[in-house]
């Protein structure tokens, strides 16, 4: 990439759901982007819009190996890790090595380039909590041993070398929690509640519930959560910054009502089916966005109703014959 003053800004995990959007929204502000990904779960497709963008570059690499990025860097953005249950179910070790050597790596870099870093963490630190909605300030409860445990302490463990790097280098990093994010560039098989549903809607087929579909989420769509990571990249130092951040929506609501919900905008007539909860499923899920509020000034603004139909439109593209 061109070695010049401009904004420029890496991230790993470029080619995946929330990575590709994030690079659109910075070559809309005016930043090169540099774009890593193995391509392990992310897909050039998601990015082949940008692949002539004179500030876009993508390269292919495994960010657990070591990073050599030439020129200056203004922020390291690490978004690389599979994110699905399906992903990191069928990749455990994969998810516990980006979670760790890779968050050294991009942190190494950062530090190198003396750039801000933001780490893309998630809502899945806090495992089946005791107390809802979640505050940042709440340490969870997480089953290290049990089958989502590697996705769990991946991110625990990332946000603890995160904060090590902080205090110990003053390295300027930001945390940010993920909650339930959906919209377009999905994934039709990924194994999220919402990609489920919209595909099983379309294709005629039972909607699968795990338990009775009592379980508690929240759901972000994708625009409102890039513009809450952009703005926590983007805000003055401060020790408030430094702590993690909860991005997502704070409207709960039941799985079988989001079922239901797909099943009433698709006008599909399929049934619900019930299948057996799986080990360590979180029954309640719901961000306490308080310091996004205080310190951003963010909140969301797309409702579900709005963001479920933009999502339904693009499965609807993507899976005609």
């Keep these: 990439m061109k070695n010049d003053k401009k904004k420029r800004a890496v991230v790993t995990g470029g080619a995946g759901f929330l990575g590709s959007h994030l690079s659109d929204n910075l070559l809309e502000r005016g930043y090169e982007v540099l774009c890593l990904d193995n391509l392990l779960t992310g ?33 390291v953005f ?23 050597l890779g968050t050294h790596k991009a942190l190494g870099l950062a530090k190198e380039k003396k750039a801000r870093f933001v780490l893309a963490s998630t809502s899945e630190v806090y495992g089946d909590p005791l107390v809802n909605p979640q505050p940042e300030t709440y340490w969870g409860n997480v089953n290290p041993i049990g089958p989502r445990g590697v996705y769990d302490e991946a991110k625990r463990f990332a946000e603890a070398m995160t ?52 379980q508690t989420r929240s759901f972000c769509y994708v625009s409102d959560l890039i513009r809450g990571i952009v703005a926590l990249s983007q805000a003055p130092p401060g020790d408030d910054i430094g ?73 609807k593209k993507i899976l005609a014959p």
Aim: charged share 25%.
């Design 163 to 214: 904060m090590a790097y902080r205090r110990y280098h003053g390295v300027d990093t930001r945390i940010v929690r993920i909650f339930n994010t959906y919209g377009p560039r999905m994934r039709p098989r990924d194994g999220r509640v919402v990609s489920n549903f919209i595909v099983q809607a379309l294709q005629g087929k039972p909607l699968t519930v795990y338990g009775d579909g009592s």
């Design 243 to 315: 702590l993690p951040v909860n991005i997502g929506n704070p409207e709960e609501r039941t799985v079988r009502d989001l079922a239901k919900k797909v099943l009433a905008l698709t006008k599909s007539s399929s049934a619900i089916v019930e299948r057996e909860l799986p080990v360590d499923d979180p029954q309640l899920r719901c961000p306490d966005i308080r310091r996004a509020q205080t310190v951003l000034g963010w909140k969301p603004e797309v409702d579900i109703d709005r963001g479920l139909e933009m999502t339904i439109q693009y499965f």
């Design 43 to 75: 897909n050039t497709d998601n990015i082949a819009h940008l692949l002539g963008h004179p500030r876009f570059n993508f390269a292919k690499h495994d960010v657990t190996q070591y990073m050599f990025v030439e020129g200056p860097v203004e922020v």
């Design 78 to 100: 690490h978004f690389a890790s599979p994110a699905s249950p399906v992903d990191y179910l069928e990749l455990p070790i994969q998810t516990l090595k980006v979670g760790s």
